[in-house]
C-alpha cells in the first residue's frame, strides 16, 4: 500500500460518514416538518369544532331570545314579564359574548363575509325583538297582538335568515374538519413513505460504508501480512544482525542473521528482556548497550556507541560489532519498541589492524618504517627524561648491489628479512628498529651511553659479518656501515639527531665501510661533514658571486602546431674559481641534501625575469623549481610577488615540476601553480610517466604543458610499447586541453612519429644543445 492509499481511504470514510449523518440529519428533521404540518392540522380542525360549538351556542342563544319574547306577549302576569326581560337582556349579553369569541377564533375570508352578512340581519332582528319585547309588557291587547304580529313576521323570519348563516359558518367548519381529516391522513402516509425511503436510503448506505470498510479492513489486513512477511524475508535475506522488541524491551524477533551471531533461535528467546539476549558493552564509554535500549524504550534517551563494541556469545566467544540503536515509533511518535542491527566486524578490524600495521611498517620486513620511525623517536625525545642519553645508529648495508644486481631483487629481499630478523633478536623491547630505505635501517635505542651503544652497534655488525646468506647454491656475505650519534636527554629535534647519524654512517662508508662510527650530537669537527658542508659554503658563495650562469635549450613548435609560440628551457650551471662549468648533477644533490635548493631556485627566477625584460621576442621561457621550493611556503610567496611586480608579459613565463616533486609536496605545489596560472603564467609537468602514480596525480594539477618522459621519446621508433605509451600520454593531454612536448628527440625519424601522433612541441640534441643564455 502506497502512503497516498491511506490518506484516500480516509477521505472516502469522511464523506462516507458525512453523507450518513447528512440523511440521518434530513431523516430527523423531515419527521419534525410531518409532525408540525399533522399538529397544524389537528389544530385548524379543533378550531373548527370550537367554531361549531360557538355557533350551535349561538344558534340556541338567538331561538331562547325569539322564543322567551314571543312567551312575554303571552304572559299576563307582570312579574313573570320582569323576569323574562331580565332573562332576554342575559340571552342578548351571551349572545354578543359567543359571538365575539367566535370572532377571536379567527376567520377566514368566506366566514368573515358570512358575519359580516348575518351581522345585518342580527341588528335588524334586535331591533325588532326589543321593540316586540318593549309592546309585550303592554297591558293594550292590541300592541300584544302587534308585538306578537312583528315577532312571527319579522323577527323569525330574519332568525331564519340568521340561522341560515350560522348553519353555513357550520358546513364550513364541517368541512374544514373533514378537509384537515384527508390532509393528516395524507401527511401522515406521505411522512411515512418519505420516513421508508429515507431509511431505505440510510440502510442501503450504511451497508455500502460497513461493507467497504469490511472490504477495505481485509485488504489492508492482507496487505500488512504481504509487508509483514516481505519484512520478514527481507530481515532474514540481508546481511546485518537484526533484533526487534516491543516497548517495554521484550525479545519479538532476531532474523537468521542475529541468531547465528548471538547463538540462540528467535523462538527461543521470544518474549524474553532484551538484557538477557544482548549482551554487547561499549567499551569506549563503560557501558552496556541493553541498558541505553531500555532507557530509549523509557524516556526516548540515547547517545550512539563509540566504534569499539564488542558482544559475549553464547559460546563465550567475543566479537567485534558495529551496531545502530533506533526506536519505532507510532505515527504520533509514541515509542512503539525498538530495533537494533548490527554487524560482525570481527574480520573487519582484523583487517584495519593489519593495514595500520602496513601503514606504519615495511611491506618486506615488518619493521617500522621512515615515518613512523620518526614519529615514535620524536615521541620518544618528549617523553623520556632522566639523566640517561640515547642513540640514534643509522646502517647502510655494504655489498647489498651486488646481491641485487647478480641474483636479482627476490634475493635481496630475501636477504633484507632474514637480516633484519637477525638484527631484531639482538635488540631490547624498548629499541625502536625500523627500515628507512632500500638496504638503509635506523635504530634509536633508548637510556644508554655512548659506550652501550657502541657495544650494541658492534654486535650487530658483527652478526651481520657471521651471517653467509644462500641463495642458488651460492653464498654470500655483507657487511654494513654504522653510524651512531649520542642523543643527550634534552635533545628533542629528530632533523638534527638524524643528519648527524647519517653523516657518522657516510664517515663509516667514507672510512672503508663495514665498520662502526660514532659521532656526538654537538661535535662539530667531523672531517667528512665538514667535507660535505663545504659544497654548502661554495653554493652560497657562487650565490653571493654570481657564479651561477644560465643555459636554455630550444622547444619546437612540430608538425601542425608550428605556428605556436616557442619555448626555452632555462638550465642551471655552476662556475668554479676558474670559471669553468660545474654539471649540475655536482652540486645539486648536496643543495638538495642541505635545503638551498629553494634559494637556486630563487636566483634562476630572477635571472629570467631579467632576461625576458630584454628579449623583444615572444618566446616563452621555461624554469624548472625543486621538490624543495614546492614544499616553502616563503618561496612560493616570494616568487609570486616577483612576478607580480615585475614589468614583463607574464605569459612568457612557464613554470617546470618534475613528477616526483609534485607528488612529494602536492598540496603546496598545486596551490603554488594555481596562483602561477592566476598571473597568467603558464605551467608544465615535467618528466610524465616515470613515476608509478602518474595518471592518479595529473587530474589534479594545474597545468598547460606536459612532458613526456624522454626514456619513452627515445625509443619510439624501435619500441612499440613506448610509442603506444607516448601516443596514451599525449590523447590523455589533449582530453585535457593540455599541450605536450617530447623529450630527449634525437633524429628526424623520432621527430616524424611525433607529428604524426599529433605532438605540440619538441625538445632535444636534434634542434640543439644546451646554449649559454
Not at 423 to 430: A, E, F, N, P, V
Not at 433 to 441: H, K, L, N, S
Not at 510 to 523: A, F, I, K, L, S
Request: aromatic fraction near 8%; proline fraction near 2%; hydrophobic fraction near 40%.
Amino acid at each position: 500500500m502506497t502512503n497516498k492509499e491511506p490518506t484516500n481511504l480516509y477521505y472516502t470514510l469522511i464523506l462516507a460518514f458525512t453523507f450518513l449523518i447528512s440523511l440521518l440529519s434530513l431523516y430527523a428533521y423531515t419527521s419534525y416538518i410531518q409532525k408540525m404540518e399533522a399538529f397544524e392540522i389537528i389544530e385548524s380542525s379543533g378550531r373548527a369544532s370550537n367554531k361549531m360549538e360557538m355557533i350551535v351556542r349561538l344558534i340556541e342563544t338567538a331561538r331562547s331570545r325569539t322564543r322567551i319574547t314571543l312567551n312575554m306577549t303571552y304572559e299576563e302576569d307582570v312579574f313573570v314579564k320582569d323576569e323574562m326581560g331580565v332573562e332576554l337582556n342575559v340571552l342578548a349579553s351571551r349572545f354578543y359574548k359567543l359571538r365575539s369569541e367566535l370572532i377571536d377564533l379567527g376567520l377566514n375570508t368566506e366566514e368573515t363575509n358570512i358575519i359580516e352578512k348575518q351581522s345585518e340581519v342580527i341588528s335588524q332582528a334586535l331591533k325588532l325583538q326589543r321593540k316586540a319585547a318593549a309592546m309585550a309588557v303592554s297591558e293594550d291587547p292590541k300592541i300584544i297582538k302587534q308585538a306578537q304580529k312583528i315577532l312571527i313576521q319579522e323577527v323569525y323570519s330574519r332568525q331564519g335568515v340568521i340561522i341560515d348563516y350560522f348553519m353555513k359558518l357550520l358546513d364550513i367548519q364541517k368541512k374544514m374538519i373533514d378537509s384537515s381529516k384527508d390532509a393528516v391522513a395524507v401527511s401522515v402516509k406521505k411522512s411515512n413513505q418519505l420516513e421508508i425511503l429515507l431509511f431505505i436510503i440510510i440502510f442501503l448506505l450504511a451497508v455500502i460504508v460497513v461493507a467497504y470498510v469490511v472490504k477495505r479492513t481485509i485488504q489492508n489486513q492482507n496487505e500488512l501480512y504481504i509487508e509483514k512477511e516481505k519484512a520478514i524475508i527481507t530481515l532474514k535475506s540481508i546481511g546485518d544482525a537484526v533484533i526487534t522488541t516491543n516497548r517495554d524491551g521484550l525479545v519479538e524477533y532476531l532474523n537468521p542473521v542475529a541468531e547465528k551471531i548471538i547463538g540462540c533461535m528467535s523462538h527461543d528467546v521470544e518474549g524474553k528482556s532484551i538484557v538477557e539476549i544482548f549482551k554487547a558493552y561499549d567499551e569506549e564509554n563503560s557501558r552496556w548497550l541493553a541498558k541505553c535500549i531500555m532507557n530509549l524504550l523509557k524516556d526516548g534517551s540515547y547517545s550512539m556507541p563509540s566504534n569499539d563494541v564488542s558482544l559475549m556469545v553464547n559460546d563465550g566467544e567475543k566479537v567485534d560489532i558495529a551496531l545502530t540503536i533506533a526506536p519505532i515509533q507510532s505515527i504520533d511518535n509514541n515509542i512503539l519498541g525498538s530495533i537494533t542491527t548490527f554487524q560482525d566486524i570481527t574480520k573487519e578490524k582484523i583487517m584495519a589492524k593489519h593495514i595500520e600495521h602496513q601503514a606504519s611498517h615495511d611491506v618486506l620486513t615488518g619493521l617500522l618504517n621512515r615515518r613512523e620511525f620518526e614519529h615514535k623517536v620524536e615521541q620518544a625525545l618528549e617523553l623520556y627524561s632522566g639523566d640517561k642519553d640515547h642513540a640514534l645508529c643509522i646502517m647502510d648495508l655494504d655489498r647489498f648491489k651486488i646481491i641485487n644486481d647478480t641474483l636479482g631483487h627476490a634475493a635481496g629481499d630475501e636477504l633484507l628479512k632474514q637480516l633484519s630478523s637477525r638484527i631484531k633478536m639482538l635488540l631490547r623491547q624498548t629499541d625502536l628498529f625500523a627500515r628507512i630505505g632500500g638496504d638503509e635501517f635506523a635504530l634509536f635505542l633508548s637510556y644508554v651511553d655512548k659506550s652501550d651503544a657502541i657495544q650494541i652497534a658492534e654486535k650487530i655488525l658483527q652478526s651481520i659479518r657471521d651471517y653467509q646468506f644462500i641463495w642458488v647454491n651460492k653464498s654470500f656475505r655483507v657487511g654494513a656501515s654504522i653510524g651512531i650519534v649520542d642523543a643527550p636527554s634534552q635533545v628533542s629535534n629528530y632533523e638534527n639527531l638524524y643528519h648527524a647519524a647519517d653523516t657518522a654512517c657516510y664517515m663509516a662508508k667514507h672510512n672503508g665501510r663495514d665498520r662502526v662510527h660514532m659521532v656526538t650530537y654537538n661535535d662539530e669537527n667531523v672531517t667528512e661533514e665538514r667535507e660535505q658542508t663545504q659544497w654548502v659554503n661554495r653554493i652560497n658563495d657562487a650565490l653571493e658571486n654570481d657564479r651561477f650562469t644560465l643555459y636554455a635549450q630550444d622547444i619546437i613548435p612540430i608538425g601542425r602546431s608550428s605556428d605556436l609560440s616557442p619555448h626555452k628551457e632555462v638550465l642551471i650551471r655552476m662556475l668554479d674559481d676558474d670559471d669553468n662549468i660545474i654539471p649540475p648533477m655536482a652540486f645539486i644533490p648536496p643543495a638538495e641534501r642541505y635545503n638551498i635548493m629553494s634559494k637556486i631556485d630563487e636566483w634562476v627566477v630572477s635571472k629570467v625575469l631579467e632576461k625576458v625584460k630584454e628579449d623583444t621576442t615572444q618566446t616563452i621561457y621555461a624554469i624548472n623549481l625543486s621538490g624543495q621550493s614546492m614544499g616553502d611556503r616563503q618561496f612560493t610567496q616570494r616568487i609570486t610577488d616577483a612576478i607580480k611586480i615585475s614589468k614583463i608579459n607574464h605569459a612568457r613565463l612557464c613554470f617546470e615540476i618534475t613528477e616526483t616533486a609534485a607528488i612529494s609536496s602536492l598540496e603546496n605545489a598545486t596551490e603554488f601553480l594555481k596562483n602561477i596560472q592566476e598571473l597568467g603564467c603558464h605551467t608544465a609537468l615535467d618528466d610524465f610517466g616515470s613515476g608509478l602514480s602518474s595518471f592518479a596525480y595529473l587530474k589534479n594539477l594545474p597545468i598547460n604543458y606536459l612532458k613526456i618522459d624522454g626514456i619513452f621519446i627515445k625509443q619510439i621508433v624501435d619500441d612499440k610499447i613506448s610509442r603506444v605509451m607516448v601516443e596514451a600520454i599525449h590523447k590523455i593531454g589533449k582530453t585535457m586541453n593540455l599541450k605536450t612536448i617530447a623529450e630527449f628527440v634525437e633524429n628526424d625519424e623520432i621527430e616524424n612519429l611525433l607529428i604524426e601522433m599529433g605532438i605540440d612541441y619538441a625538445q632535444g640534441y636534434y634542434y640543439g644543445e644546451p646554449a649559454p643564455l
